[in-house]
């Protein structure tokens, strides 16, 4: 069934179990950590949803969204002396938007429906520990190329397998593309697969020329405000 969701569009994808800080100051948004903040909207929940190349942030049209969000736990707010907030929080479950309301409150609400992984076949429940060995490896092989080793660690070893991927995912540069193609997979075999490919693809890249790609299509993408 669907449920109703305060919207946050941003210029990046929060995946689940990831971290995310920001800066509030575009007024609407101060609202609705204050609301957040409260208790005046239930859980201290709000669905975060990525904004599409092309589109301006302020462009509040369901056409403007990615299709697939991540619901995001306010876990830590400071309120500035001018009205700004920064605040933390971190991903929990992937959902769909079906609708976008940008009339019954001062930010935008969203009509959607939690998206579940897909139950795996036996086959794919069998490898998925091989998966996870392969993935890991890559994610040690890109931090190793991007990082100092003081900078980074693996994930833990009760990282769930479901998990996993986006636990790796969120520890690396990967483009907007990259990690809304993660967020969108309801597999989480084929996700252990994705992002093996990704960090062994940045992993060469970064060894090779010793920088950090961005593809070309963020040049023309104007950020969020916030």
Partial sequence: MAETLPLFPLGTVLLPGASLPLHVFEPRYRQLTVDLVTGALPDRCFGVVSIKQGWAPGDDDVDSLHQVGCSALL???????????????????RFRLLEVDD???????????WLPDSTLPPRAVEVMPSLADAARAAHRRYCGAAWQREDWSSPPDETTLEELSYVLASDCLLSLE?????????????????????????????TSLRAVPAPLSEYGYTPHQN
Avoid: C, H, K
């Fill in 178 to 206: 990259d990690r809304q193609r993660l967020l969108e997979d309801t597999s989480p075999a084929r996700r252990l697969r994705e992002v093996r490919r990704m960090l062994n693809r940045e992993a060469g890249i970064l």
């Fill in 103 to 113: 009339t019954s409150a001062p930010y935008l609400v969203g009509s959607v429906e």
């Fill in 75 to 93: 876990r830590e707010a400071r309120r500035l002396p001018d009205g700004r907030f920064d605040v933390v929080t971190r991903g929990e479950r």
